[in-house]
Each structure stands twice: as structure tokens, then as C-alpha cells.
């Protein structure tokens, strides 16, 4: 009897120790598959998204820095001038002026931005002077622009002929109605995991077609086009600025991705949000766009928007691809 007591006890205590090392296993393959980060990344709006993902993957490839990465890539679509959403070739406002927003911030929460800037093909530059070389976050209107005389920046005509003729057409009836994903698809926005792990991010635009002169978009403005948290995870967004304005959109979906939210998930909501106030005010939503994209710390993202036409693009190791957004409106 005893020895088949100490038998049972014995193979009771090598069952348990079998179960607890497989649960060990386990849990050690788990935490190694969570630890793998997906980096570096780089995601950026629309389709002009793609070309210019590909001058950031050139530096991050290269174990770049995010920063210097987001800042080359929307400098592609800036020089574009058929590109009309932004920099040069930009639709005017309705006085016939190219006026450009941008910001951009870094891993350590430095930033720097410019609105309502006149004849710098290169916003986002001037920004991450800014951000680099005054005491300030940004500079605007004639402020903006002597500044960027002073720091070397070349003075040009931003108002490409084929942006001219639209701006003199629509002068015969000067209807201010923009038409979702074409006169409000008006952005680019980048945000980067580099080869260290860490975020930035940069956004540019010549905002609204036709625009009163002196409107100023969400884009420049941290917290609502753009935001980074280097624990965290950053987000941008495009479309109707005064609606991301509204809920300080970028800052929010990066909160809902601390509070545990997928990248994906927290647009969701922030594109919901926007749609309960839009609603609650008796506006359309078939006016309005927005859309955003977002990045966490390992390299996940997703986006949301509120009607079909977003699309956004993503390079990684895996190569380039543009993607549809999912949307609210069916």
C-alpha cells in the first residue's frame, strides 16, 4: 500500500511539473511572439502616400531616424505641382493666394509648426526649424515667412497655372461647397517607427480649396492633424480640419490606444465622436470627410473614416501596399 502511495504521489507531483512547464512554454512563446515589433514603418495618407513613403524608407531602411524620414517623404508631394492638395501647385484660397500649414514632432515631444505661410514650396522644413532653432512652437501669416527668408528658404510662386484657371472658374459663382475626398482631400500625414523604436510624425497641406484667406486647418496644429507619444503610438489625420479640430482628434485616438485601444479601434471611435456631434448639430455627414491613421509602439496600425474614398499608405519589410480604409457611412 505504501508504495503505491508514493507511486500515486510521485506521479502526481511529475504530471503537475510536466503541466507547469508546458505552461511555461507557453507563456514564453507568448511573450516572445508579443515582443516582436514590426519595425521600422512607415504610414502615410492617401495615394500620393506611396511615393512618398519611399523616400522615408529610404531612411529607415538605413536605421534613420523617424523624424529625418517623416520630413524627406511629404517633402515629395510639397514639390509635386500636380499634386493640388498640397505644397506647391495647391489650390488657392478664394483671394487667389497659396497659403501652407504644416507641423511636425519628434520622439521627445519637440515640435514646431507654421500656418498660413505664402511662397515656401517646403513647409514642413520650415517647421522643424521651428521646432529647432526658436523658442517657439509655431509662426504664422508674414511671421512664418520672414522667418523662412531668414533661415534661407527660397521665395517662389506657388500658383501653378492649372491651379489659377480652377481658382478664376470658380470665381463665376464663388460657391463655397468642397466635394469630400477631391477639395478636401487636402492632406498628407506621416508617422514613422524607426529601427530604435521610436515615433514621429509630420503633416502638410494647402488646406481648403477656396478657403477664406487666413483659415487655418487642423493640420498645423498638434494634438488635432498630428500627435506623437513616443510610449504610445501616434496618429494623423486628413479631411474636414474644423471637425478634427473639434475633438483635438489625433491627441484622442492616441489616449484610446493608452487606455488599451488597437490602433484600429481608436479611430473608430474618434471618427464615432466626430459623427455623434456632426448629428447632434443637424449637419450632413455626406459633407464631411475625415479620416484617420494610426501607429502603435509595436508597429500595429489601422485606420477609420467617416465616408468611402479614404485610402492610406503603409511600407514596411514586407513592401509597399495602399489600402482602403474601412468607413462609417455604408
Known amino acids: 500500500m505504501t508504495n503505491r502511495r508514493s507511486f500515486l504521489k510521485t506521479a502526481a507531483a511529475g504530471s503537475l511539473a510536466m503541466a507547469l512547464q508546458s505552461y511555461a512554454a507557453k507563456q514564453a512563446a507568448t511573450s516572445q511572439k508579443k515582443a516582436v515589433v514590426n519595425k521600422p514603418i512607415v504610414l502615410s495618407t492617401w495615394n500620393f502616400g506611396l511615393e512618398a513613403n519611399g523616400a ?6 538605413a536605421n534613420g531616424r523617424a523624424l529625418d524620414a517623416v520630413e524627406a517623404g511629404v517633402r515629395v508631394p510639397e514639390a509635386d505641382p500636380t499634386q ?113 523604436g521610436n515615433l514621429s510624425g509630420a503633416c502638410t497641406t494647402s488646406g481648403m480649396a477656396y478657403k477664406m484667406h487666413g483659415r487655418v486647418g487642423d493640420s498645423p496644429i498638434i494634438g488635432a492633424g498630428l500627435y506623437v507619444d513616443n510610449e504610445i503610438g501616434a496618429a494623423t489625420a486628413t479631411g474636414h480640419g474644423e471637425e478634427v479640430i473639434r475633438i483635438a482628434g489625433c491627441h484622442l485616438v492616441v489616449e484610446l490606444m493608452r487606455q488599451g485601444k488597437s490602433p484600429q479601434q481608436a479611430c473608430e471611435e474618434a471618427v464615432l465622436r466626430i459623427v455623434k456631434l456632426t448629428q447632434n448639430r443637424g449637419k450632413n455627414l455626406k459633407d464631411i470627410q475625415v479620416g484617420f491613421i494610426a501607429l502603435d509602439k509595436q508597429g500595429n496600425y489601422g485606420s477609420y473614416c467617416i465616408q468611402g474614398g479614404f485610402n492610406y499608405a503603409v511600407r514596411d519589410v514586407s513592401g509597399p501596399k495602399l489600402i482602403d480604409s474601412s468607413y462609417y457611412l455604408k
Open 56 to 61: 522615408a524608407w529610404e531612411i529607415l531602411q
Open 84 to 196: 493640388r492638395s498640397v505644397g506647391y501647385g495647391g489650390r488657392p484660397d478664394r483671394d487667389g493666394r497659396v497659403t501652407l500649414d504644416a507641423c511636425i514632432m519628434d520622439e521627445q515631444a519637440n515640435i514646431g509648426s507654421v500656418a498660413c505661410l505664402e511662397f515656401i514650396k517646403h513647409p514642413i522644413s520650415v517647421a522643424r526649424a521651428v521646432m529647432e532653432k526658436t523658442p517657439h512652437v509655431m509662426l504664422v501669416g508674414d511671421g512664418a515667412l520672414q522667418f523662412a527668408l531668414a533661415q534661407g528658404f527660397p521665395k517662389e510662386n506657388l500658383l501653378v497655372p492649372e491651379s489659377e484657371k480652377e481658382w478664376k472658374e470658380w470665381l463665376k459663382t464663388s460657391q463655397y461647397k468642397p466635394i469630400a475626398n477631391i477639395e478636401n482631400h487636402d492632406t498628407i500625414g506621416m508617422i514613422a517607427l524607426d529601427s530604435q
